[in-house]
Nanobody, 124 residues
Framework: QVQLVESGGGLVQPGGSLRLSCVIS????????VGWFRRAPGKEREGVSC????????VYADSVKGRFTISRDNDKNTVYLQMNDLPLEDPADYSC?????????????????WGDGTLVTVSS
């Protein structure tokens, strides 16, 4: 059974940084794509970034390009989301998700496996 556990969320001031981690068990990350998504209260879930299991490359939402970086350590079965220059905004729950299809499909059509999320709050 594939399971995902996110960590690294918390309270940060505007302009600050956080690094989120997504640890995956029950699967060999080498063969899996992983996406990060966020949902603020009362809003739709939105894609943030994705790292593919193929030469598909990475995906970033326009709103985070140049500020967020997704990376993966296949040996540790972990995907990271480095978030810099965070703007003042509503708290959001950041979740990671995975399956064996490339980001070009899963990021836009949905992943099979999801974590429970980690809360990110940007506030002064």
């Amino acid at each position: 059974q594939v399971q995902l556990v996110e960590s690294g969320g918390g309270l940060v001031q505007p302009g600050g940084s956080l690094r989120l981690s997504c640890v995956i068990s029950g699967a060999d990350l080498y063969y899996y794509s992983v996406g990060w998504f966020r949902r603020a209260p009362g809003k739709e879930r939105e894609g943030v970034s994705c790292t593919s299991n193929s030469d598909d490359g990475t995906v970033y939402a326009d709103s985070v390009k140049g500020r967020f970086t997704i990376s993966r350590d296949n040996d540790k079965n972990t995907v990271y989301l480095q978030m810099n220059d965070l703007p003042l905004e509503d708290p959001a729950d950041y979740s990671c998700a995975t399956d064996q299809t490339p980001c070009s499909w899963s990021y836009y059509n949905g992943f099979d496996f999801w974590g429970d999320g980690t809360l990110v709050t940007v506030s002064s």
